[in-house]
């Protein structure tokens, strides 16, 4: 018995296809944890770079599934983690694959690797390296405790 063949089409009718396309922010100040106001009260945009590092940043400090305003895609499951009591080689891997994982969603990161942790009871400092479209930058993050984090040009 022989079977029709046909090609199938490249997109789908209807279908668009996704373009990265410059994404904008404000400038923020991560010390003091807030956007960057001028005397007259206007907020200053920053670069596309900026708004990708700003991103990476808060979805690394939000925890996933916990408020209904992001996506099940958004934040990493540090909570959830620490809380599970896991030996702490576990946690660390769990911890790396979480933060990955949520960081890969984005089509500007390339890779995120070279993890180290400094715990402090249920605290922790994640410091890593993520490779996006625009570079290697240093992350580092704290959670549990207050919530931090510093960002450097690798």
């Not at 996704?18 to 106001?37: A, C, M, P």
């Not at 945009?45 to 940043?57: C, G, L, P, S, V």
Request: aromatic content about 12%; glycine content about 6%; hydrophobic content about 35%.
């Amino acid at each position: 018995m022989s079977y029709a063949t046909f090609d199938a089409p490249t997109l789908m009718y209807g279908e668009d296809i996704e373009t990265l396309q410059d994404v904008r922010s404000y400038r923020y100040d991560y010390q003091e944890g807030k956007v960057i106001v001028t005397g007259t009260g206007k907020t200053l945009e920053d670069t596309a770079i900026d708004a990708y590092r700003f991103w990476a940043i808060k979805c690394c400090l939000t925890e996933r599934y916990e408020r209904d305003c992001y996506s099940p895609d958004f934040g990493v499951e540090f909570d959830a983690i620490v809380r599970a009591n896991y030996p702490r080689g576990i946690a660390e891997s769990e911890l790396k694959r979480t933060i990955k994982e949520a960081l890969m969603i984005d089509e500007r990161t390339v890779n995120v690797s070279s993890f180290t942790f400094e715990w402090e009871g249920d605290s922790c400092w994640v410091h890593f390296l993520i490779e996006s479209i625009y570079g290697i930058d240093r992350i580092e993050i704290q959670r549990g405790g207050e919530l931090n984090a510093r960002i450097s040009v690798a």
